[in-house]
């Protein structure tokens, strides 16, 4: 008889799966991520004024757009449950209501996102940014229903477990934009070839419209693929074959799963958006080593968020087909894998916590301070982790309201006060709102992790497998 691997056979399987599904989403959200600090940077080599306005915009724009794109994500456990359950037949019609709501979404979004400049001067934002910003946000919000559409394509194709078509897209899509970003920010005449287009310099608010081409680029290349590939699971499951009009019934099943998700993305991103306002008055030092530290911990949470999302995919399968001991097991090597991960992240960020801020700041100060508040993060990496992966297993469960309620809780209910507290009304400094922050990933952690041992029991008296108390 030939030796299995060091680890079982339904182990080793399950964690082959992961990983190859979690790689490619980890680059895709990376790519993703990069097609902010290009414009970052892009538009920081204009002015500094445009760099104020396109960060601005950008700081506005994103919490309301992954509310947006939240909500569609309950394309994935939908759709990942009818694999599960082999109904592949399904497929094509979740896939279709799915775009019927990301459209429904994308005209809301457009009309709020283009609201959002009205915060400007309440917020205190200087006149002469303002327009830079105004002008960022719309520009930016032309791409909102292809990136809607895409979102449905992305998840229909990942729950297809063909990650690497997305992966592919989204690196392309981030190289392009380079080049799109320097036609809109000096106009043609910086490429000679393209001088008939007679297009103005935008300054930082060109970085907008280049995001909204490349965004529209990526759906076309997205759909495009998905609907002339040979894949045999693509070919089975067109998702524009006998295309459905708007079903009451499964855009409400879809809303009720996705609101929750939507809102539980935007609950924490907001929390530590306030988290720079919370700062602001001791400084603008204080507030840029706060920053600095923020983008080294939000690049690290990309690896257990990643694996999060591959989590959701499986469980969903799992879920479907109402397998509880595969769920199980996927569960617990999920978890496995992302605390690893944070473990190693914790101990770079413990070895590298004075090298790393001196990649985002020359200022000794900054510097200084951040290297400081790398400690806090690397207090909340492992609870980050744990939370983010709970909240994958539970939506590819199709429990998204509770833990939307406990999310609610943990950064509105305890983070942003305790925050506000520590900073204003004690010594701590900026150290108070890291202390807030981890404080509220904790309690998140025990609170998701409880709701998901409760929902085990549930499923596993719902399916027969535990007699009734």
Not at 331 to 344: F, R
């Amino acid at each position: 008889m030939p030796a299995l691997p060091v680890l079982s056979l339904p182990v080793y399987q399950d964690l082959k799966q992961l990983v190859l599904l979690t790689l490619p989403i980890l680059i895709t959200q990376i790519c993703q991520s990069g097609l902010s600090l290009i414009d970052t940077l892009m538009a920081g080599q204009v002015s500094a004024l445009d760099l104020s306005g396109v960060a601005i915009g950008a700081g506005l724009w994103m919490p309301t757009f992954l509310l947006l794109v939240g909500i569609l994500i309950s394309t994935t456990p939908l759709i990942g449950e009818a694999i599960g359950q082999e109904r592949t037949d399904k497929v094509a019609f979740i896939t279709q209501q799915s775009l019927w709501l990301a459209l429904i979404v994308a005209v809301i979004g457009f009309v709020a996102v283009n609201q959002l400049h009205y915060l400007f001067t309440p917020m205190g934002v200087p006149a002469n940014i303002q327009p830079i910003a105004k002008e960022f946000i719309f520009g930016i919000s032309l791409g909102l229903p292809a990136v809607s559409l895409y979102t449905s394509l992305r998840c229909y194709t990942e729950s297809l477990k063909r990650p690497l078509v997305v992966t592919i897209i989204s690196v392309l899509g981030l190289l392009l934009n380079i080049p799109f970003n320097y036609l809109f920010i000096h106009g043609s005449d910086a490429y000679p070839m393209l001088s008939w287009l007679n297009l103005p310099a935008m300054g930082g608010a060109g970085c907008g419209y280049a995001s909204a081409v490349t965004l529209w680029l990526n759906l076309l290349l997205l759909a495009g693929y998905i609907s002339w590939s040979n894949d045999p699971i693509f070919a089975n499951t067109r998702f524009y074959r006998n295309f459905r009009l708007p079903d009451m019934s499964q855009l409400m099943k879809q809303l009720y799963i996705g609101l929750p998700i939507g809102f539980s993305i935007f609950f924490e991103v907001s929390a530590f958006s306030l988290a720079s306002l919370i700062i602001s008055p001791l400084g603008e030092i204080a507030v840029a080593s706060h920053q600095v530290t923020l983008t080294i911990s939000s690049q690290m949470f990309m690896f257990p968020f990643s694996v999060a999302m591959a989590l959701t995919i499986i469980v969903s399968n799992r879920y479907g087909a109402h397998d509880y001991v595969g769920l199980k097991r996927i569960k617990l090597l999920g978890v496995a894998v992302a605390s690893g991960i944070a473990l190693v992240t914790i101990i770079a960020t413990i070895i590298f916590h004075q090298q790393l801020p001196s990649l985002f700041s020359d200022n000794a100060d900054v510097i200084a301070q951040a290297s400081v508040l790398l400690w806090f993060a690397t207090l909340y990496q492992l609870f980050d982790a744990w939370q983010v992966n709970f909240a994958g297993i539970l939506r590819g469960l199709q429990d998204t309201r509770v833990p939307m309620l406990m999310t609610l809780f943990c950064y509105w209910g305890v983070a942003i006060p305790l925050g506000t507290y520590l900073v204003r009304y004690t010594d701590m400094g900026a150290k108070g709102v890291w202390i807030a922050l981890v404080t509220a990933l904790g309690l998140a952690s025990v609170l998701l992790g409880s709701r998901l041992w409760q929902q085990q029991k549930v499923l596993k008296r719902q399916w027969g497998l535990l007699q009734p108390v």
